[in-house]
């Protein structure tokens, strides 16, 4: 989501406080310094009302100072660990646009198979002639039993 003022910020800030169980901050271990996150939104793979929340699809963002020094490997690793040892996670799915290769390598570094590209896909901003830009969208994803069995 983009943030066009520091209120917007703060908003974003509190509503991430909100829900603690899903949403973390990376942070240096030396100095405390908070220098990205790590959340996501969780979902039902069944319509059933009752059905069981049992699939993630997680979002990761570092600041650009510490690109490069596979700080969001090691939080996703961690966050990985706890989705699917702790908190009951089947299924963890990515959505990467396919021109983010940073974040489809950290995806399949994590041993996530890649399982399509969806074409034109979403849009977040427009051509300059005021029609959606579509941008195509990979999906990446790895199962409980896939995770536990890299270990
Ligand atoms: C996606 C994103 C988090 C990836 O960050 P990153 O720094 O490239 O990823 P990593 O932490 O895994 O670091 C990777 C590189 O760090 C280097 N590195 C240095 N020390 C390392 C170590 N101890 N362990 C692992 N990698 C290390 C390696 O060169 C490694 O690359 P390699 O796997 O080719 O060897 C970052 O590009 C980003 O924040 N992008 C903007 C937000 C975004 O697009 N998010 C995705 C949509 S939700």
């Given at each position: 989501m983009k943030l066009n003022s520091l209120a917007e910020a703060e908003a974003a800030v509190l509503e991430r406080g909100a829900r603690p169980e899903y949403c973390f901050a990376i942070v240096l271990k030396e100095s405390g310094k908070v220098i990205g996150e790590i959340d996501g939104h969780l979902e039902s793979?069944?319509?059933?009302?009752?059905?069981?929340?049992?699939t993630f699809s997680p979002c990761w963002m570092l600041?650009?100072?510490?690109?490069?020094?596979?700080y969001a490997f090691e939080a996703a690793q961690a966050f990985f660990d706890y989705l699917f040892g702790e908190k009951g996670i089947r299924r963890v799915y990515a959505y990467t646009e396919d021109y983010n290769l940073p974040s489809q390598h950290l995806c399949e570094k994590l041993g996530?198979?890649?399982?399509g590209m969806f074409l034109?896909?979403?849009?977040f901003v427009n051509n300059a002639d005021g029609t959606p830009l579509y941008e195509n969208t990979c999906q990446y994803a790895i199962l409980k039993r896939e995770w536990d069995a890299r270990k």
């Open positions: 793979a069944s319509p059933e009302e009752n059905a069981p929340c049992d600041n650009k100072a510490y690109y490069g020094k596979g996530m198979r890649r399982e034109e896909f979403v849009s």
